[in-house]
């Protein structure tokens, strides 16, 4: 029984989960833009506060979400070079063998 792995595949998903990673990162520079979009209507400032405590919040599982991708990714990249690796030893012992 053997392992087929598509190297294209597992290149595309490594791909998408750093143009994730890059989203994430660049999101948090977009949080001022939420709060300043948000005016205060009424004259209550209640929107504007509930936009800031949101942001405040989904900062820190925006940061947790993209440490945890990152991981995934690296463990990917890993996953990637070891089967290049046992791929190309392979085909040196079959060749020599």
């Known amino acids: 029984?053997?392992?087929?792995?598509?190297y294209d595949d597992l290149g595309d998903l490594s791909t998408q989960l750093k143009h994730i990673i890059d989203e994430f990162e660049s999101a948090g520079s977009r949080r001022r833009d939420l709060e300043d979009a948000v005016d205060t209507p009424y004259d209550k400032d209640d929107l504007k506060d509930a936009a800031h405590d949101f942001e405040g919040r989904w900062d820190d599982r925006r940061k947790r979400l993209m440490d945890n991708c990152k991981?995934?990714?690296e463990h990917?990249?890993?996953v990637i070079a070891a089967f290049k690796g046992f791929d190309e030893d392979?085909?040196?012992k079959s060749e020599n063998g």
């Open 76 to 78: 990917l990249d890993g």
């Open 71 to 73: 991981g995934v990714a």
């Open 90 to 92: 392979a085909a040196r």
């Open 1 to 6: 029984m053997g392992v087929k792995v598509s």
